[in-house]
């Protein structure tokens, strides 16, 4: 079995819609992001969480939140979905000792 | 901000060549260094970490070094195979402030090996 894993994997949806895409890990991390992909670029991050409690912005966090709702599960959500958030969305875990980042599968969400 | 530049942006080479992947940051304070490869759609895959005490890391085919001083890594692949062709990207972690590391990434080197 995958050790992270994201669930939907593709999702299309309307303007001002809300959406929410959840991820889970196996992996006994501490720590969890989520980042954004656009064609032909790197990575953005847009939120992370250091434990259950602690919840910090990214570079990109406008129009998105996040809900760590226990150490292996951490949801993003959009709360009024608009079509420049048409993007790959991934999540990551990272361990505290060695902070080796491991990805999950990623989420493909199109706004119309 | 810490920036991570990698250049080429596609790189296509016959089977069999062994070739060199660059990577590029701004702040050579970095605590890790770490190769992710990328298939069309897909998600990450973790290829090598490179903590910041460490100059090299070697898996099969693959040998990832870290220069700080020049603020640069490379990715080397030997002997390289159609099953190789992807994107790679890198990802550094600056030294950790609060506790709390963060991953900045270059937009990724697109690989084509031709049989």
């Known amino acids: 079995d995958a050790d992270v894993t994201q669930t939907p994997r593709n999702r299309i949806t309307k303007t001002g819609k809300r959406i929410m895409l959840e991820c889970s890990q196996t992996k006994g991390h501490d720590r969890m992001y989520w980042y954004r992909q656009d064609p032909g670029l790197g990575l953005q991050l847009i939120y992370y969480?250091?434990?259950?409690?602690?919840?910090n912005k990214g570079e990109i966090s406008d129009g998105y939140s996040v809900s760590r709702q226990a150490q292996a599960k951490f949801s993003l959500s959009l709360e009024s979905a608009i079509p420049n958030q048409t993007a790959l969305y991934f999540c990551?875990?990272?361990?505290?000792?060695?902070?080796?980042?491991?990805f999950g599968p990623g989420t493909r969400l199109t706004v119309l | 901000k810490q920036e991570v530049t990698q250049i080429p942006a596609a790189l296509s080479v016959p089977e069999g060549e062994n070739l060199v992947l660059n990577c590029s940051f701004t702040d050579s304070a970095i605590y890790n260094l770490q190769w992710f490869r990328q298939d069309p759609g897909k998600g990450l895959t973790s290829l090598l970490l490179i903590q910041s005490s460490q100059r090299e890391q070697t898996s099969g085919r693959l040998n990832a070094s870290l220069d700080k001083s020049s603020g640069r890594s490379t990715l080397y692949i030997a002997a390289s195979q159609p099953g190789d062709s992807a994107t790679y990207l890198c990802a550094d972690e600056p030294s950790p402030r609060n506790n709390f590391n963060k991953f900045y990434f270059g937009s990724g080197t697109k690989l084509n090996v031709k049989p």
């Open positions: 990551a875990t990272s361990g505290t000792s060695v902070s080796e980042q491991f």
């Open positions: 969480s250091f434990d259950v409690k602690d919840i």
